[in-house]
């Protein structure tokens, strides 16, 4: 039995957590974890990006592999902590994570390494960067440098919004040290895609594209979301594109980090712009997506094990993975108000019934025990994802699932994966 400890508690650590437990002689551990993951192992409630405590949990439990799922743990250097001791961990070094933990270091080395992306400017001075502004007459995008959990990216319509962006990030210091520079990027017009690769620092193995939606409402209207919902594969993404990111954007990141000194070992995701069927970086993640985890977790065949740990140990030998689904759609249930103020402490309705239909899995995210109840903690609170011969199929059955289950507030996108579906 291997003792597997997750670092995270939103539904990517439970849908990690679930393929782990459920093809391979795995006992997980919740670092904090949620409901969820408590159903299928321990938690432990503790901070998950304080290295100390971590290194002292995977000790005191005798991890023999620990699996860090955001990306503010992997910036803080937790992985490093993790091996320093000897204990194996899934996830890049501290500063392989600057791909993630700094916008502007990912823009510099894909201009380095020749990887598409965007035209870009970088400021340390406010004054310079409202100049630049006012003299580029056309759109743009305003980014500040460090982590803000997908809240420091302001799309401009016009130069007012996009000045108004830089007194945000860098004098009103909305993000703390995360604004001390900017990044302002030309404006791409196309289809986001999310490609993840997972690799030892030597070799990668693709996994599958997805395309996740971030807006709050139908229509991809409202606020931007942490996601609310995803599926696998979107068709966009045909087999020449697919191509073109492994070839341009995959393999020379790969290399160049390793080139660099940063050999990169972990989950990447590239967040990718497709325009005129070429793809451009938007972004890199140094981890899983939540939600396009989700949908490639239930896709996956079989045990994920010898490709978490043999990314973790830095050696794959011979893993060739294989998908059990062709597609997968997962949506996020998420309490009334969400991304802005919400209730926490709703009980939970129907978890089980929409658990118990066929291809449904029921990942938990914002939820907690209270008198042995599932209530809701959080802004997203679950993702109900299901696998299909088709995204049609997928859809069908998740939105099944969906319908079974109740709380006050619920709310959720009836149009996940609308570019894929007939109707
Ligand atoms: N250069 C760009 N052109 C058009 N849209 C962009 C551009 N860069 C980012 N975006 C939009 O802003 C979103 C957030 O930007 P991203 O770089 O992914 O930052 P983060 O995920 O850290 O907030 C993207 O998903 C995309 O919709
Ligand atoms: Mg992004």
Redesign the pocket.
């Known amino acids: 039995m291997m003792r597997v400890l997750i670092v995270g508690g939103g539904a990517r650590e439970h849908a990690l957590a679930w393929r782990l437990s459920k093809d391979s002689e795995v006992e997980v551990i919740g670092a904090p974890g949620n409901a969820g993951i408590a159903a299928i192992g321990q938690t432990v409630p503790v901070d998950p990006s304080d290295a100390e405590q971590v290194v002292a949990l995977a000790k005191q439990e005798s991890a023999d592999l620990v699996v860090v799922g955001p990306e503010a743990p992997l910036v803080a250097g937790v992985v490093d902590a993790l091996r320093d001791q000897g204990i194996d961990a899934f996830g890049p070094s501290r500063e392989a994570a600057q791909l993630e933990g700094s916008?502007i270091f990912s823009k510099e080395f894909m201009a380095r390494h020749a990887i598409p992306t965007?035209g870009f400017a970088v400021f340390d001075d406010p004054d310079a960067a409202t100049r630049y502004i006012e003299e580029a007459s056309r759109p743009l995008?305003v980014?500040a440098d460090g982590l803000?959990a997908?809240?420091?990216?302001i799309?401009a319509s016009n130069a007012a919004e996009a000045i108004a962006g830089v007194d945000r990030i860098m004098r009103e210091r909305a993000f703390g040290g995360a604004g001390d520079r900017v990044l302002i990027?030309?404006?791409?017009?196309g289809e986001?895609v999310s490609y993840h690769v997972v690799s030892d620092g030597k070799r990668f193995i693709p996994l599958a594209p997805a395309q996740d939606h971030?807006r709050a409402f139908d229509g991809d209207r409202g606020p931007?979301t942490g996601g609310m919902g995803a599926y696998s594969p979107p068709p966009v993404v045909t087999a020449d594109i697919e191509r073109k990111i492994l070839d341009r954007v995959v393999e020379p990141t790969l290399r160049g980090m390793a080139f660099e000194g940063r050999p990169f070992r972990g989950a990447l995701f590239v967040?990718l712009?497709i325009v005129d069927g070429e793809p451009l970086v938007?972004?890199y993640?140094t981890r899983f997506g939540d939600p396009e985890c989700q949908t490639l977790m239930t896709r996956w065949k079989g045990s994920v094990l010898p490709l978490i740990q043999g990314s973790a140990q830095g050696d794959f030998r011979g893993l060739a993975p294989e998908w059990e689904a062709p597609a997968s759609l997962c949506v996020v249930l998420a309490a009334g108000g969400y991304p802005g103020s919400y209730e926490k402490g709703t009980p939970i309705h129907g978890l089980d019934a929409a658990s118990a239909l066929p291809q449904v899995t029921v990942f938990h995210a914002g939820t907690a025990l209270h008198d042995d109840a599932v209530v809701t903690s959080g802004g997203r609170v679950l993702s109900v994802t299901a696998i299909g011969e088709s995204i049609d199929e997928a859809a069908k059955r998740a939105y099944e699932a969906v319908e079974k289950i109740d709380f006050e507030g619920k709310q959720f996108r009836r149009d996940i994966g609308w570019r894929a579906r007939s109707g």
Do not use: F, H, P, R
């Not at 990027?185 to 017009?189: A, F, G």
């Open positions: 916008k965007a995008v980014k803000a997908g809240k420091g990216v799309v990027e030309e404006c791409l017009v986001e971030k931007n967040g712009m938007l972004e993640n």
